[in-house]
């Protein structure tokens, strides 16, 4: 295996490349620092650190110039002092009066506190007098006389006609050390050195200078820093809050106050703020109170819409449903706002509606709509896509969705278009007999014999019966659903259910059925209309002859319902749970019942159902399919509800209830409502 420290494709950071590494990610931070703070921090920062910048440079420079300006008058000093003993004592080096040179030059000495050292040397630089390396002379020149030769600059020999200072740095402090070439006619001499220190008094006067000025200096930046303290709280920090502010304003939190005791332009400024921020407040719940009012009324109205509604955002997404929208797709109690509406809905309508909502999201189109069938049972359903716009009609909000169930509607006219075939086939068959045999009896009177023309005659009449039953059926139906006024009086129901079964007793001798009754004996009368609840046992019996077989029995039963009827259990054993059924309103029940063929379970769901025929499935039986139709527009008339249980093979019963003549006005409103009708009470009027 290769050595991983020899593998020539390990790339390895030498310290250069962490160093540079590091760099950037200081100035990433720093430079993430600096963004973080805005505008009017970065260049109120910026002024304070120019101003500072500023200032401490003119404060360096004041106190560089004072300090060459101290430097400048040592130099100054010292350079007039070496003149001035220069001038003394040149003519006294000329002519060798060393004494003299010696007093003078300790005179010097003495008076001056500021000189630190003399020295005279000749033209061989070899030093002849040095205070105070040595004394006054007092007895001979020998006493004077050094043979210590002083190494003088280079400079002074370059320009001796011009005095050389310079200083330098000892234990004891700066020395200014003078050089002054001595001449006397144009001869040279020698030279005169001093070493001279500062003067105390200027050196007092530069230190309080240089005091003076870091105090103003230091005076500066503190007004500086107060100056940016001041400025960040009388101005900055009212700014700031002012932008707080108006950012929660923005938000819609119109509760935003700022309560920063200020006063001037800024008081002003922060109390408009605030007084604004008060009066957006007591708008916003205004309009809060006004857009809940309004969002209650298009709750309201649209949760008792008859059709379905959903309305979705501009994504396609679920906003609000309606009550009829949940039941129309079986949606109630799921949550589906914030839901795609093509993920909820059954896959076979999503396919078909998946092009028409894009199409709307996508602004090709701004309304569509398509019909499908959908469930069980099927059921057609209507869907209207229509856009929602802004004010602009520029940008889309979402799409409005709107179900409408045309499934009673499709039914209603599958059921007229069968009405119409079938009317039109029931007035064509007799007007035809009719016709045929009236022809035949006008054009062959005298070839047919009596018993020929009392058969065609008889035939006529049977046809023209049959289309007044028609006629009739129709002008019914017709009357239950218009406004006419019936009365309903207090009758007695045996006659009408008696004169019904002399009416059908021949035909059902001729059927071979039994005709039934059973009547209660003391059954009380009942409010009704005599003519119209004769119509009611007419259809009823009538249907029930017309598909009860040969050989069985057809039986009508009027009973009062429901009496009190106690349900206790044997021998009246109170441990085990009992009732007692009583009915608060008594009314009387008929039953007509027949052992024919039945009606089939999804018939039984239509029976009732205007031009719906049973016979349309069996074709042997002629009808109109209007007769129970009316028969269930009587009884709801009457306060009552018709009902059925049927049985293929076994056969069929029909029941209703009947209001009793005691039954008072609120007894009667209160079924009739149940039934989505209005009475009155005995001799009450009733809409047919």
């Not at 039941?327 to 909820?344: A, D, Q």
Request: charged letters at 25%; hydrophobic letters at 40%; one cysteine or more.
């Amino acid at each position: 295996m290769e050595d991983i420290n020899n593998s020539p494709n390990l790339n390895v950071p030498n310290s250069s490349e962490n160093y540079d590494i590091n760099n950037n990610l200081w100035s990433n931070r720093i430079i993430t620092w600096w963004s973080g703070f805005s505008l009017r921090t970065k260049l109120l920062a910026i002024a304070t650190l120019v101003v500072s910048l500023l200032m401490t440079g003119i404060t360096f420079f004041a106190l560089n110039s004072i300090q060459r300006d101290a430097g400048m008058n040592d130099t100054r000093y010292a350079r007039d002092l070496g003149l001035l003993l220069s001038g003394n004592v040149t003519e006294l080096v000329a002519n060798n009066q060393k004494k003299e040179i010696s007093n003078v030059a300790e005179k010097f000495w003495r008076s001056s506190r500021n000189l630190r050292y003399i020295f005279f040397t000749d033209a061989e630089d070899i030093v002849q007098l040095g205070i105070p390396i040595s004394a006054t002379p007092t007895s001979s020149d020998s006493q004077f006389q050094l043979t210590r030769k002083l190494k003088l600059p280079s400079e002074l020999k370059k320009r001796p006609q011009f005095p050389l200072v310079r200083q330098h740095a000892t234990p004891q402090g700066q020395v200014t050390d003078v050089f002054v070439p001595m001449l006397w006619k144009g001869k040279y001499l020698g030279t005169l050195a001093l070493g001279v220190t500062p003067n105390k008094k200027a050196l007092a006067s530069a230190a309080l200078t240089r005091e003076v000025t870091i105090a103003v200096f230091i005076s500066i930046w503190v007004l500086v820093i107060l100056g940016a303290v001041f400025n960040a709280l009388t101005i900055t920090r009212p700014v700031r809050e002012l932008v707080r502010g108006v950012r929660e304003i923005s938000k819609g939190n119109f509760k935003s106050r700022i309560l920063l005791p200020m006063t001037g332009d800024l008081g002003e400024l922060l109390t408009g703020f605030n007084r604004m921020a008060s009066q957006l407040e007591n708008y916003d719940e205004a309009n809060i109170e006004e857009l809940k009012a309004a969002q209650i009324k298009q709750q309201s109205l649209i949760a008792t819409m008859a059709d379905g509604a959903i309305l979705l955002d501009a994504e396609g997404k679920i906003v609000l449903t309606n009550p009829t929208a949940k039941r129309l797709f079986r949606w109630e109690g799921r949550f589906l706002e914030g839901k795609y509406l093509l993920n909820e809905i059954p896959e076979i309508l999503s396919n078909d509606l998946h092009t028409n909502i894009e199409s709307l999201l996508n602004r090709e189109k701004e309304n569509d709509d398509l019909r499908c069938s959908l469930g069980e049972p099927a059921r057609t359903l209507r869907i209207v896509l229509q856009s929602v716009l802004d004010t602009n009609k520029i940008e889309l909000k979402g799409i409005a969705v709107t179900i409408q169930d045309l499934t009673r509607e499709v039914e209603l006219n599958a059921a007229q278009n069968r009405f119409i075939s079938n009317v039109s086939h029931e007035l064509r068959t007799p007007l035809f007999n009719i016709k045929s045999y009236v022809e035949t009896l006008y054009d062959l009177k005298d070839q047919l014999s009596n018993e020929e023309q009392l058969e065609f005659l008889g035939i006529a009449n049977s046809e023209t019966d049959r289309l007044t039953r028609l006629v009739n059926d129709v002008l019914d139906l017709s009357r239950l659903e218009s406004g006419k006024i019936i009365q309903l009086e207090p009758m007695d129901i045996k006659p009408a259910i008696e004169q019904t079964l002399r009416n059908y007793r021949l035909n059902a001798t001729e059927k071979n059925v039994v005709l039934a009754h059973e009547i209660e004996e003391t059954i009380p009368s009942i409010l009704g209309n005599f003519d119209l609840l004769l119509q009611v046992f007419d259809n009823l019996l009538g249907n029930g002859l017309k598909f009860s077989p040969k050989n069985s029995v057809l039986k009508i039963r009027a009973y009062t319902w429901p009496d009190t009827c106690p349900a206790l259990p044997p021998n009246n054993n109170k441990d085990v749970p009992q009732c007692e059924l009583v009915s608060p309103l008594p009314k009387v029940r008929i039953e007509i019942a027949d052992t024919g063929s039945g009606i089939s379970q999804s018939d039984q769901e239509k029976i009732f159902d205007r031009f719906f025929r049973v016979e349309n499935a069996v074709h042997t039986e002629q009808g109109t399919g209007l007769g129970l139709s009316i028969v269930r527009g009587i009884i709801e008339k009457h306060g009552g509800e018709i009902r059925m249980a049927s049985e293929l093979g076994v056969g069929t019963t029909f029941w209703f209830d009947l209001p009793l003549e005691q039954s008072d006005k609120d007894e009667l409103l209160t079924s009739t409502i149940n039934n989505g009708e209005n009475f009155s009470g005995p001799q009450i009027a009733a809409e047919i």
